[in-house]
C-alpha cells in the first residue's frame, strides 16, 4: 500500500504580524522611513556629507538656504559660514551615538535591578523599588542637570548620566514581567528539578522581558535626543566644537530674526527625529500587547 503523502505544516513567521500591520498604516512606514534615514546618516555621515562640518569661510557666513554656492550646499551656512546640511548629518551622528549608548546604559542597568526585584522576596527588592520610585520623581532633565554639574560635560559623561537617570522605567517593565512569569507552570517545573533563580533568570524569565524592554528603549530614544540636545544648548553637554542639534540651535539663538535657520533647521530635525521615534514606538507598543496585536 502506497504511502499517503503527508501534509507538510506551515510555519508561521512571528514577524508576519508585524509586517501585515505595515499595510494599513501608512503614518508607520514614513517614520520607519525617517528612521533609517536618521540611522544611516549616522553610519555614513562623513561618506555622505557634501563639506566638512567643521571647516569655517566667512565669506560664505549666513549664506540662506536654496542658495548654494561652493562650500554652501542646499541648506546654507551659519555665522561662521560652516555648511548646515554637512552640520545637520554630522549632528545626527553624535545625538544618535549619545541616544543608543545611553540607553543602552540604561536598559542594562534598569533589567539587571528590576530582575533582581522581581526575583527577590525580601528587602532587597523593596529598596530597589524605593530608590526607582524616589528617583522617578525628580524630574529627567532636572536630573541630568545635577548630575552633569558634578561630573562636568563631555561625551562620556553625558552618556553616563542619561544612562543613569533613566534606569527606571526598564526596571519597573523588567520587575513587572519577572512577576508575571515566575507564576507560571514551566517556571514552578524548573524550580522542581532543582533550577536555580539565576538560571531561571537568565534561561526564562529574561528573554520575556527583553520584548517589553526595546519597545520602551524605542520611547526613551526620543527623550534622550531632547535631554542630550537640551544639555548641549546650555553648554553642558559633548565637548565645545563638536557638530550636533543642540549645539547648533545654541549658535543661532543670537541670529533668529535675521538667519532663522541656523536654528530652525537643526530644531526640525529633531523634531522630525523624535515624532518618528514616538510613532514608531506605539506601533511596537501596540504589537507587544497581544488584545491589540490581534485586532
Known amino acids: 500500500m502506497a504511502d499517503l503523502p503527508r501534509a507538510v505544516p506551515q510555519r508561521s513567521s512571528r514577524w508576519a504580524p508585524l509586517l501585515r500591520s505595515l499595510r494599513h498604516d501608512r503614518v508607520v512606514v514614513i517614520a520607519l522611513v525617517v528612521v533609517g534615514v536618521a540611522v544611516l546618516a549616522a553610519i555614513a555621515g562623513p561618506l555622505i556629507t557634501p563639506y566638512s562640518p567643521t571647516a569655517q569661510d566667512l565669506s560664505n557666513r549666513l549664506t540662506p538656504p536654496f542658495a548654494p554656492r561652493p562650500g554652501v550646499s542646499i541648506l546654507g551656512s551659519d555665522p561662521l559660514g560652516r555648511d548646515m546640511l554637512s552640520r545637520i548629518i554630522a549632528g545626527a551622528r553624535v545625538s544618535l551615538a549619545v541616544a543608543a ?23 532587597l527588592g523593596a529598596l530597589i523599588m524605593r530608590i526607582a520610585d524616589i528617583q522617578f520623581s525628580i524630574p529627567y532633565l532636572i536630573l541630568a542637570l545635577t548630575l552633569v554639574a558634578v561630573v562636568g560635560p563631555g561625551l562620556i559623561n553625558i552618556i553616563v548620566v542619561l544612562g543613569v537617570s533613566g534606569w527606571v522605567p526598564y526596571a519597573r517593565t523588567a520587575r513587572a514581567q519577572v512577576l508575571h512569569v515566575k507564576q507560571l507552570d514551566f517556571i514552578e517545573a524548573s524550580r522542581a528539578i532543582g533550577s536555580s533563580d539565576l538560571r531561571i533568570a537568565v534561561r526564562h524569565i529574561l528573554p520575556h522581558a527583553l520584548g517589553v524592554v526595546g519597545v520602551i528603549a524605542t520611547i526613551e530614544s526620543a527623550r534622550v535626543i531632547i535631554t ?6 546650555l553648554g553642558l553637554g559633548v565637548p565645545i566644537g563638536t557638530p550636533t542639534w543642540g549645539v547648533m540651535i545654541a549658535d543661532g539663538r543670537n541670529y533668529l530674526g535675521t538667519a532663522w535657520w541656523v536654528s530652525a533647521l537643526p530644531g526640525l530635525a529633531i523634531v522630525i527625529t523624535v515624532v518618528a521615534l514616538n510613532i514608531v514606538g506605539d506601533w511596537l507598543s501596540d504589537y507587544a500587547n497581544p488584545v491589540l496585536r490581534d485586532r
Open 101 to 123: 549608548a545611553a540607553v543602552l546604559v540604561s536598559g542594562v542597568i534598569g533589567v539587571v535591578l528590576g530582575v533582581i526585584a522581581g526575583m527577590s522576596t525580601g528587602w
Open 228 to 233: 542630550e540636545a537640551s544639555l548641549s544648548f
